[in-house]
C-alpha cells in the first residue's frame, strides 16, 4: 500500500539547486541518452537514480511496465493519444515525514510514477530539488531509448536474415516483383514468393511493403 502524498516542495526548493548538483543532473541526462545498449534504459535509470538520490527501495513497477508496452506506439504512430491528465502538478512530491520521494513522469506516451523510499534518513530539501531538475529529463530520455530499441531491433532481425534473403528483400525495396526478383537471382517466381514470407515473419513485417520499409531503415542505421 503507497504512503499518501500529501505535500509539494516549494519554489525555494528548487532554488537549492547550483552548479555542483546540476553537473551530476547532466551526466544522468547524457548517460541515459548515450546507452550503447538502449535496451537497458530501465536498468540504467535506475542506477542514476541511485547515484544521485540514494534510496533503500525503488519503485520502478510502473517504470517497467511502461518500457514493455508497446501498444501505444503501435496503435498511434501518427502520435494522436496523449497520456491521462496527472493527479497532482507536475513535480516532485514528498510524504508526509519526507520518507518517500516520488516523481511523475511522461514516456511513451504513458503516465507513470517513480518511487523512492528511505527508512530512516528523510529527503532533504536539496534532493528534492534535485528531483525537481532531473524528472522533465527522464521523459525524453525514455522516448529516445525506445526509438533507438525499435531501431536495434530493426537491425538486428536483418542481420538475422541469410544472404539470399537479404538478396530478394533489398530487390523488394526497389520494388521489384516476384518475376523480376526470379529472373535477376536465377531462381523461380514461386521460391522467391516463399523467400518474402520467411523474411516478413523473421522482421515481424505486416506485408511486403512493410518489410521493405525495415530494410530501408536498416540500411539507413548501417549507413547513415
Given at each position: 500500500m503507497?504512503?499518501?502524498?500529501?505535500r509539494q516542495?516549494t519554489?525555494?526548493?528548487?532554488?537549492?539547486?547550483?552548479?555542483?548538483?546540476?553537473?551530476?543532473?547532466?551526466?544522468?541526462v547524457l548517460?541515459?541518452?548515450?546507452?550503447?545498449d538502449?535496451?537497458?534504459?530501465?536498468?540504467?535509470?535506475?542506477?542514476?537514480?541511485?547515484?544521485?538520490?540514494?534510496a533503500?527501495?525503488a519503485?520502478?513497477?510502473?517504470l517497467r511496465?511502461?518500457?514493455?508496452?508497446?501498444?501505444?506506439?503501435?496503435?498511434?504512430?501518427?502520435?494522436?493519444?496523449?497520456?491521462p491528465?496527472?493527479?497532482w502538478?507536475?513535480?516532485?512530491?514528498?510524504?508526509?515525514?519526507?520518507?518517500?520521494?516520488?516523481?511523475?513522469?511522461?514516456?511513451?506516451?504513458?503516465?507513470?510514477?517513480l518511487?523512492?523510499?528511505?527508512y530512516?534518513?528523510?529527503?532533504?530539501?536539496?534532493?528534492?530539488?534535485?528531483?525537481?531538475a532531473?524528472?522533465?529529463?527522464i521523459?525524453?530520455?525514455?522516448?529516445?531509448a525506445r526509438?533507438r530499441?525499435?531501431e536495434?531491433?530493426?537491425?538486428?532481425a536483418i542481420r538475422?536474415?541469410?544472404?539470399?534473403e537479404?538478396?530478394?528483400?533489398?530487390?523488394?525495396?526497389?520494388?521489384r516483383?516476384?518475376?523480376d526478383?526470379?529472373?535477376?537471382?536465377f531462381?523461380?517466381?514461386?521460391?522467391?514468393e516463399?523467400?518474402?514470407?520467411?523474411?516478413?515473419?523473421?522482421?515481424?513485417?505486416?506485408?511486403?511493403?512493410?518489410?521493405?520499409?525495415?530494410?530501408?531503415?536498416?540500411?539507413?542505421?548501417?549507413?547513415?
Amino acid at each position: 500500500m503507497r504512503t499518501t502524498i500529501d505535500r509539494q516542495p516549494t519554489e525555494p526548493d528548487a532554488a537549492r539547486v547550483g552548479p555542483a548538483d546540476l553537473r551530476p543532473v547532466l551526466a544522468a541526462v547524457l548517460a541515459m541518452h548515450r546507452l550503447e545498449d538502449p535496451r537497458r534504459f530501465p536498468e540504467v535509470l535506475l542506477d542514476e537514480l541511485d547515484r544521485l538520490l540514494p534510496a533503500d527501495l525503488a519503485d520502478d513497477g510502473e517504470l517497467r511496465a511502461a518500457w514493455a508496452d508497446r501498444s501505444a506506439r503501435d496503435h498511434d504512430p501518427a502520435g494522436n493519444l496523449r497520456p491521462p491528465a496527472p493527479a497532482w502538478p507536475l513535480g516532485p512530491r514528498l510524504s508526509a515525514g519526507g520518507h518517500r520521494l516520488e516523481m511523475l513522469v511522461t514516456g511513451g506516451r504513458r503516465l507513470f510514477a517513480l518511487a523512492l523510499e528511505r527508512y530512516t534518513e528523510p529527503f532533504g530539501s536539496r534532493e528534492v530539488a534535485v528531483a525537481a531538475a532531473l524528472q522533465p529529463q527522464i521523459g525524453p530520455a525514455f522516448d529516445h531509448a525506445r526509438l533507438r530499441t525499435t531501431e536495434w531491433e530493426v537491425a538486428e532481425a536483418i542481420r538475422s536474415l541469410t544472404c539470399r534473403e537479404q538478396e530478394v528483400l533489398a530487390l523488394v525495396a526497389e520494388g521489384r516483383t516476384n518475376r523480376d526478383i526470379g529472373l535477376a537471382l536465377f531462381i523461380e517466381p514461386r521460391t522467391v514468393e516463399k523467400h518474402v514470407e520467411h523474411i516478413r515473419t523473421k522482421l515481424g513485417a505486416r506485408s511486403r511493403a512493410d518489410a521493405a520499409a525495415k530494410w530501408a531503415r536498416g540500411m539507413a542505421l548501417q549507413f547513415g
